[in-house]
C-alpha cells in the first residue's frame, strides 16, 4: 500500500486517470459505523437488518425498529443509507420464528417470507420511514427477488407504508426503492426490473451460489465457490448493461466488492458504486487509485475471454503485482 491507510480516509476513490466510483459499507450492526467512519465510507450500501432482528429474542416493535434504524441513518446523514428489508431463512434464521426446510436456501427466505406476512414486511418499512423523517437519506432494498410480481407487490406495500406514515403526520419523502439482483432469474429480467425499480444491487455472494449450483457455506465445495467463474463474470456484465439501458445505477454488495483485484474488474464493468465490508475498504481504495480506468478495461476485456477461473484469478494476481 503506497499511501497509509490513515491517509487515505479523506483521499476519494479516484483512479489515475480521474474516474471516481464510490466505496460504500455493508453494515448490520451500530458497531459498524463507527469502522465505516473510521475509513471513510461514502455511504451504505447495504445494511442488513436482519441482524437486529437475530439478537433479540422476539420481533422487535415498530418503536424500538424505528430506533435503531434512526441510529444508523443519522450515523451517516446526508450520506445515503440503503436499508435491506429482512432477509430471514436459508442460513439466517429467529429463534423465534424457526423455519425448518430440507433446502433452506431453495426455500422460504428474503421476500418470499415477507410477502407471505405483509404485517412484518409493513411494520419494518414504515419503521424505516419514520426513521427518515428529517433525514431521507433512506434507501430501501429488497432482497431475493426472484420475478416482476414481488416486485410489485412489494412496491405496492411500500407505498401504502408511505400513505399510512404521511397520514400519521410524518414528515417524509418517499425514498428510492431498489432490487437486488441474487438469484439467476433476475439476471435475466434485470431490464424489466430497472424499469420499475430505482436502483439494482448485485448479491454477488448468493448470485454466484445459485449460477454455480455450489452451497456458500459447504466447505466440502468451497474450491468450487468462485465468484470469477466466467459464467458469473458474464451475468454481472449483463447486469450492469441492463441497468443501464433503463437509465439506473447498479451497485455490487458482495464480498467480492471487497476484494481488490475483483474490484478493479467491476469498475471497468461500469459499476457505479461497490460496497463492502469496512475492513477491505482502506485496500480496495488504495489499488482503485494505484490503476487508471483504461488499464482496467483492458484487464477486464482480457480476463473476459478466458474461460478458467484460476487463470483468471491468476491473471489478476499477475496484473496486481506488475503494480507493485
Ligand atoms: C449477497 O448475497 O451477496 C448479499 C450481499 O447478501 P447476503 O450475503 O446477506 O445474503
Ligand atoms: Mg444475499
Given at each position: 500500500l503506497s499511501e497509509g491507510l490513515d491517509g487515505?480516509?479523506?483521499?476519494?476513490?479516484?483512479?489515475?486517470?480521474?474516474y471516481r466510483v464510490p466505496l460504500w459499507v455493508n453494515t448490520g450492526l451500530l458497531a459498524d459505523v463507527v469502522r465505516a467512519q473510521e475509513r471513510g465510507a461514502e455511504g451504505v450500501g447495504l445494511y442488513r437488518t436482519e441482524v437486529p432482528f437475530m439478537i433479540k429474542e422476539r420481533f422487535p416493535s415498530e418503536k424500538e425498529q424505528l430506533a435503531i434504524y434512526r441510529e444508523q441513518l443519522q450515523a451517516f446523514h446526508p450520506l445515503p443509507v440503503t436499508m435491506r428489508t429482512l432477509d430471514i431463512g436459508g442460513d439466517k434464521s429467529l429463534s423465534y420464528f424457526p423455519i425448518k426446510e430440507e433446502n433452506p436456501f431453495l426455500g422460504w427466505r428474503g421476500i418470499r417470507v415477507t410477502l407471505d406476512h405483509p404485517e412484518i414486511f409493513l411494520v419494518q418499512v414504515r419503521a424505516m420511514l419514520k426513521a427518515s423523517e428529517g433525514l431521507n437519506n433512506l434507501r430501501i432494498l429488497l432482497p431475493m427477488i426472484s420475478g416482476l410480481q414481488e416486485l410489485e407487490e412489494a412496491l405496492r406495500l411500500i407505498h401504502r407504508a408511505f400513505a399510512e406514515v404521511l397520514d400519521e403526520g410524518t414528515d417524509v419523502q418517499m425514498p428510492p426503492v431498489g432490487v437486488m439482483i441474487e438469484v439467476p432469474a433476475a439476471v435475466y429480467l434485470t431490464r424489466e426490473l430497472a424499469r420499475q425499480a430505482d436502483f439494482i444491487s448485485v448479491g454477488s455472494n448468493d448470485l454466484t451460489q445459485y449460477l454455480l449450483a455450489v452451497d456458500r457455506n459447504n466447505p466440502r465445495v468451497a474450491a468450487l465457490y468462485d465468484y470469477l467463474h466466467p459464467a458469473v463474470l458474464e451475468a454481472l456484465q449483463r447486469v450492469v448493461n441492463e441497468a443501464h439501458t433503463e437509465g439506473k445505477p447498479v451497485s455490487i454488495c458482495g464480498e467480492?466488492?471487497?476484494?481488490p483485484g475483483a474490484a478493479m474488474l467491476l469498475m471497468a464493468m461500469g459499476f457505479d458504486s461497490l460496497s463492502m465490508n469496512a475492513t477491505n475498504l482502506p485496500k480496495v481504495k488504495s489499488l482503485l487509485r494505484q490503476v487508471s480506468l483504461q488499464d482496467s478495461r483492458e484487464l477486464l476485456a482480457r480476463v473476459q475471454q478466458l474461460d478458467n477461473p484460476k487463470i483468471i484469478q491468476s491473471t489478476l494476481q499477475l496484473s496486481l503485482r506488475n503494480l507493485g
Open positions: 487515505l480516509r479523506e483521499l476519494p476513490c479516484e483512479t489515475t486517470d480521474g467480492m466488492a471487497g476484494d
